[in-house]
C-alpha cells in the first residue's frame, strides 16, 4: 500500500519527529510504501506534493494540532490520530487504514 | 538668592539616602537651602532628611533648591555639581529584576505534596524551615513620663540623651556593616538625627505638655503619615523607618517596649504583618530561618537586610497571613514567592534536592570569584572595581574584584572646612592596599572643579565648569595640596601595590606637570627620611577626545592609561548625562564614539601601554564583546557586576570578538550597531558552538523518584552547565508542556522538552533513576530514563535538526536499551551523542 502521513504537535520540538520515525520503521515492517511530512520547529519538512498525494492509497495525520495545508488531502480517505498513539502503538494505527 | 532647577533622576523616589547625601551636601556652606517640589508643591529644609523624604518626590517632578546667606553662591555651585554628579547614582540597591512577581505555575508536587500553599511575592530569594512564631502589634509609646516626674525641660533633656544614644549606637552599626546594609543603618541614623523630628518631638513636649514617649509616637505618626500618602510604593516603605527609629527612642527611654523577643526553641519562621529592619538582626541570631509578611514590598529596607543576611521572604495576602497558626511547621520559599504550611514528605523531599542543587550552584558561582577574568579562547582581561569610599573596598574584594580599577579619593576632601593632612590620606590609601593583599590599586588625584567649590580651594566659579579650571588644571595653581595628596600616595605605594592615575589630561604637558610634582613629593619624603616606594607608575584618565585621539603622544609621559567612560562620551555627544531630554542621544554605541575608543585602543597597544576602562560600561554585558574586540587590559565596574562579567567573559571569544568590532565600526548608527550585538548574542557569543550536550548533562543514579522531581534535577543540571538563566523558568515551561499530555513514551523513558527563553543554548540532559518511578498517576510502564529538551526561543536551526534527529532514533529500542545499559557516565554520554550524529 503506498501510504503519505502528516505528523505535527504543539512545540513541534520531539514527539513530531519520533511519531514520524516510527510511522516509517512500522510501514515498512509490515511492507507499505510511506511518505511522512513533519510541521514541527522547522517548519514544513518533506513536503507532499499533489501527485503524491493523489498516487496514495491511504492517507495518516498524526497530529495534536490542525495540520496546515490540510485542504491538499480533499477527498481522501484520512485516519486522524494523536501523536502519542503513533508513537506508542503504530500498529493500531496501521489496522484502521482497512484493505 | 540663587537657585537650581532639575529633574529628579531617581527611580526610587527622593528617598533617605539621596536625602541624606543632599544633606551633606549643603553642610559646609553657611547657607539656609530650601528644597521645593514644583509638582507636589511641598517644601523642605533641606537639613532634614524627614521633610526632604516627605517632600514626596517621584522621578522627573520638577524641583527647585534655593539658598540664602553669606555663602549662597558657592553653595549653590555645590548643589549643582551634586546635583549633576552625585545625585544620579544615589538610589539604594534596586529591587531584584526578573522574577519580581514569583512562579507563576508550579509543578503539581506542590498540589498533591501535601500542606497549604500561601502564594505570594518574593521579597529575599532562598529556602527556609522552621515553626511559625507570629509577631503583632508595633512598639507602644508610653504617656508615662520617661524622667518620672511631670517636667518638660527634663522630659526634653532624656529624649534628646536617648536620640544621641540611638544616633550613636546606628552610626557604629553602619561602620561595621558594608553595603546596602550600612546604608540602611545610614538611613536610619539620619532620621534619628534629624533636626524637624527632634524639633516636633520638643514642641510637643514642651507646648503639648506630653511624655517623650508619647510625643516620640505622635512626631513619628505625622511623619510617617506623610510618607504612606507619597505617590512612590518606595517612599510608602519608607514609613516603616520612621517607627523603627520612635521604636527604639521608646525603648531607649522606657526599656523594652518592643515586641517581646521569642523565646530560642530551634529554628522558626516569623508571620508578620509587617516589621521593622532593625529587629531582624536580633531574631537571626535567635534561629529565625524565614519571612511570611504582609503588604511589604521588595524595596522596603527589612526586605533588603533580608536579602543581605540571606533570609528567605515572601509577602502574601494579609488575609490568608492572618490564618496561619502559630507553631504549625512553615516552610518559605523566597524565590518562587510562596509559604506552605505544614508541607508533606513529598514536597519536602522535593525542596531538600532543590537545596542540594542550589548548594551545588552557589559552589560553582562562587569559583567565578576566585577565577581571573578570561575569555574561552584565554585571553587575560583583569576584572577589577570601581571604588568611592573604603567601607565599598571589602564589597569588592567579595565579590572577586582582581583589583581596584579606580579608587576615587574625593571622600577624603569634600564635606568639610579644611584639605585632609598626609597621615590621614596615607591611612586611607594605606587600608586600601592593605586590603588588597598585593592586588594593584589604582588611586585616582583628586578630582574636582569649579562645579565643585572646597572651600579650602580658591576655584571661581565658572558659567559652564564642566568644561572649565577642574582636576589636573586647577593642579599647578594648588601645588602644595597636590603635593600632600601625592606624598601620601607614595608612601602607601612603598607599601602594598598603588598606581596613580591623574584625571581631565589633555595634554602631555599636564603629565609632566604631576611628575614634576611628584619628584619633589620624592624629595620632600626623603629629606624627611619617610620611608616610602621608589618609583611609582603614574598613568592617567582617558576622559577628553583630546587625549582619547592623542594616546600615542601622551604614551610618551604616561605609563598607563584608564578610559573614564561616562565622561568621555558626555564629552563626545556635547551631552549631559544628568538631563533626561537628552538621554537618547548619551548612547555608548554611537559609532563615533566606538571609533573613537577603538582608535585609542589601537594607539595604546601601539605604545605598548596597559589600558583600562572605569565607568559604567565596563559592566555592560551589551558592550562587553565590543570592549574586549578593542582589547582591553582590564575592565573596572561596580562590585556586583563582577561575577556576572567574569562569567559572560569566559563564554566569548576574543578572535569572534575582534571581527564584531570590525563589522560594527562600519555601522552607521548606533541602531545598527545594536542589531549586531543582538545577533551576535543570540547566535554567535562562541558559545553557540558548544555541543548540545555534556559530560555535566548526564546523571546516572538520580535519586529522582518522580516526573518533579527528575524534572527539577535536570533544569538544576542544565543551570549549573551554563545553558540556562533562570531554571525556574525553564522547570515552569517543562511542566506547562507536561499539562498537554504527558510525554511518557511508555517504552519506559519519558521526554520532557520545553522551549523558552530562560534557555541559553538548546541543550539534552539525561538522567537515570536509581530506582525506576510512574511518571504520571496513570502511567503503566515504570520510567527507567529521563531526556529533558531545553530549546530556546527562536532557537538556530541547526541544534533543532540535531534535537529531531535524536527524537527519531528513540523510537529504536537499540538507542534505548543503549542509553538505559551505559555504565558510565561516558558511555551514555557517547550513547547520547551518537544520536545527535555528533560524535
Redesign the interface.
Known amino acids: 500500500m503506498k501510504i503519505v502521513a502528516v505528523t505535527a504537535c504543539p512545540t513541534g520540538i520531539a514527539h513530531t519527529y519520533m511519531a514520524a520515525e516510527q510511522l516509517e520503521k512500522t510501514a515498512r515492517r509490515l511492507g507499505h510504501g510511506i511518505r511522512v511530512e513533519t510541521q514541527g520547529s522547522m517548519g514544513i519538512e518533506n513536503k507532499l506534493a499533489a501527485a503524491e498525494i493523489r498516487a496514495a492509497d491511504a492517507v495518516i495525520f498524526a497530529a495534536d494540532i490542525a495540520v496546515q495545508d490540510g485542504e491538499r488531502f480533499a477527498g481522501k480517505k484520512i485516519v486522524e490520530v494523536g501523536v502519542q498513539e503513533a508513537i506508542k502503538r503504530p500498529e493500531a494505527v496501521f489496522a484502521r487504514l482497512g484493505g | 538668592m540663587a537657585a537650581v532647577r532639575f529633574a529628579f533622576p531617581l527611580a526610587g523616589g527622593l528617598h533617605a539616602r539621596p536625602a541624606s547625601l543632599l544633606r551633606d551636601a549643603c553642610r559646609p556652606f553657611a547657607a539656609a537651602v530650601v528644597f521645593r517640589n514644583l509638582r507636589s508643591g511641598k517644601r523642605a529644609d533641606a537639613a532634614s532628611v524627614l521633610e526632604l523624604v516627605a517632600s514626596d518626590t517621584v522621578r522627573n517632578d520638577p524641583c527647585l533648591l534655593e539658598a540664602s546667606g553669606p555663602q549662597e553662591r558657592e553653595a549653590m555651585a555645590a548643589l549643582r555639581a551634586f546635583v549633576e554628579r552625585d545625585l544620579p547614582g544615589a538610589d539604594d540597591e534596586t529591587p531584584p529584576a526578573g522574577s519580581a512577581a514569583g512562579a507563576s505555575w508550579l509543578p503539581p508536587v506542590f498540589v498533591a505534596g501535601g500542606g497549604s500553599l500561601l502564594r505570594g511575592r518574593p521579597l529575599a530569594p532562598g529556602v527556609g524551615r522552621g515553626r511559625v512564631r507570629r509577631l503583632a502589634g508595633r512598639a507602644s509609646f508610653p504617656k508615662r513620663f520617661a524622667s518620672g516626674r511631670r517636667d518638660a525641660a527634663q522630659e526634653l533633656e532624656s529624649f534628646r540623651r536617648a536620640a544621641a544614644e540611638v544616633e550613636a549606637a546606628l552610626a557604629g552599626s553602619a561602620a561595621r556593616a558594608a553595603g546596602p546594609v550600612a546604608a540602611i543603618f545610614k538611613a536610619q541614623q539620619a532620621i534619628a538625627a534629624d533636626p524637624a523630628f527632634a524639633g516636633r518631638v520638643a514642641g510637643l513636649i514642651a507646648k503639648g505638655r506630653l511624655s517623650a514617649g508619647a510625643a516620640i509616637g505622635q512626631a513619628a505618626g505625622h511623619y510617617a503619615g506623610k510618607l504612606r500618602r507619597s505617590s512612590s510604593a518606595y517612599l510608602r516603605e519608607r514609613a516603616d523607618d520612621v517607627y523603627d527609629i520612635a521604636a527604639q527612642l521608646a525603648e531607649k527611654l522606657y526599656g523594652a517596649v518592643s515586641r517581646p523577643a521569642a523565646p530560642a526553641s530551634g529554628p522558626f519562621v516569623v508571620a508578620a504583618s509587617s516589621l521593622s529592619a532593625s529587629e531582624l538582626p536580633a531574631l537571626q541570631r535567635r534561629g529565625l530561618r524565614g519571612l511570611i509578611l504582609g503588604d511589604v514590598g521588595a524595596t522596603a529596607h527589612v526586605a533588603i537586610l533580608a536579602r543581605s543576611l540571606s533570609i528567605p521572604a515572601v509577602s502574601v495576602d494579609p488575609g490568608a497571613l492572618a490564618r496561619i497558626v502559630a507553631g504549625a511547621e512553615a516552610l518559605v520559599d523566597g524565590r518562587r514567592g510562596l509559604a506552605v504550611i505544614a508541607p508533606g514528605a513529598a514536597l519536602k523531599r522535593y525542596y531538600r534536592l532543590e537545596q542540594a542543587s542550589a548548594a551545588e550552584i552557589r559552589r560553582r558561582r562562587s569559583a567565578w570569584r576566585r577565577l581571573p577574568g578570561r575569555t574561552r579562547d584565554k585571553k587575560r582581561i583583569e576584572i577589577a572595581a570601581n571604588v568611592g569610599r573604603p567601607e565599598e573596598l571589602a564589597t569588592a574584594w567579595a565579590a572577586g574584584a582582581q583589583g581596584i580599577g579606580l579608587f576615587r579619593s574625593e571622600f577624603l576632601f569634600l564635606g568639610r572646612r579644611e584639605p585632609p593632612g598626609e597621615e590621614e590620606q596615607f591611612a586611607a590609601y594605606t587600608r586600601a592596599t592593605r586590603s588588597a593583599g598585593g592586588r594593584p590599586v589604582i588611586v585616582r588625584t583628586l578630582d574636582v572643579g569649579g562645579d565643585k567649590p572646597l572651600p579650602y580651594l580658591k576655584l571661581a566659579p565658572e558659567a559652564n565648569p564642566f568644561l572649565g579650571r577642574r582636576a589636573v588644571r586647577f593642579y599647578a595653581g594648588h601645588a602644595g595640596l597636590v603635593r600632600c595628596q601625592l606624598r601620601a600616595m607614595l608612601r602607601a605605594a612603598g607599601r602594598g601595590r598603588l598606581k596613580i592615575m591623574v584625571p581631565m589630561v589633555t595634554a602631555p604637558g599636564e603629565v609632566r606637570l604631576v611628575r614634576g610634582l611628584l619628584k619633589e613629593a620624592a624629595a620632600e619624603l626623603r629629606s624627611r627620611r619617610v620611608p616610602h616606594a621608589r618609583s611609582v607608575e603614574l598613568g592617567i584618565m582617558v576622559e577628553t577626545p583630546a587625549a582619547a585621539l592623542a594616546v600615542d603622544s601622551l604614551a610618551r609621559e604616561a605609563d598607563f592609561f584608564s578610559v573614564g567612560s561616562n565622561d568621555l562620551l558626555q564629552y563626545v555627544m556635547a551631552v549631559d548625562r544628568g538631563n533626561p531630554a537628552l538621554a537618547g542621544l548619551y548612547d555608548p554605541l554611537h559609532p563615533a564614539f566606538l571609533r573613537l575608543l577603538a582608535g585609542a585602543a589601537r594607539q595604546a597597544r601601539r605604545a605598548r601601554r596597559w589600558l583600562g576602562l572605569c565607568g559604567e560600561m565596563a559592566g555592560s554585558a551589551e558592550l562587553l564583546p565590543l570592549l574586549v574586540g578593542m582589547g582591553f587590559d582590564e575592565l573596572s565596574m561596580a562590585p556586583g557586576l563582577i561575577p556576572g562579567t567574569k562569567e559572560r567573559l569566559a563564554r566569548l571569544d576574543a578572535a569572534a570578538c575582534r571581527r564584531l568590532l570590525g563589522r560594527a565600526l562600519r555601522c552607521g548608527e548606533a541602531a545598527a550597531v545594536r542589531a549586531l550585538l543582538r545577533q551576535f548574542a543570540a547566535a554567535d557569543d562562541g558559545s553557540a558552538r558548544r555541543q548540545v550536550t555534556a559530560a555535566g548533562l548526564v546523571r546516572l543514579g538520580s535519586p529522582s523518584r518522580s516526573a518533579a522531581e527528575a524534572i527539577r534535577e535536570l533544569c538544576a543540571m542544565l543551570e549549573l552547565d551554563g545553558r540556562v538563566g533562570d531554571a525556574l523558568a525553564l522547570e515552569e515551561a517543562a511542566w506547562r508542556?507536561e499539562e498537554?499530555?504527558a510525554?511518557d513514551?511508555?517504552?519506559g523513558f519519558a521526554?520532557p522538552?520545553?522551549?523558552s527563553p530562560a534557555v541559553r543554548e538548546a541543550a539534552v540532559a539525561f538522567l537515570r533513576p536509581s530506582r525506576p518511578f510512574r511518571w504520571a498517576a496513570g502511567s503503566r510502564t515504570p520510567v527507567r530514563g529521563v531526556l529533558l529538551?531545553a530549546?530556546p526561543e527562536g532557537?538556530g536551526?541547526e541544534h533543532?535538526?540535531l534535537?529531531?534527529?535524536l527524537?527519531?532514533?528513540?523510537?529504536?529500542e537499540e538507542f534505548r536499551r543503549a542509553l538505559l545499559s551505559a555504565r558510565t557516565v561516558a558511555a551514555a554520554l557517547a550513547a547520547l551523542r551518537s544520536g545527535l550524529g555528533s560524535g
Open positions: 508542556r498537554s499530555y510525554t513514551l511508555g517504552l521526554l522538552h520545553a522551549k529538551i530549546v532557537g536551526e533543532l535538526r534535537i529531531a534527529g527524537s527519531r532514533r528513540l523510537v529504536h
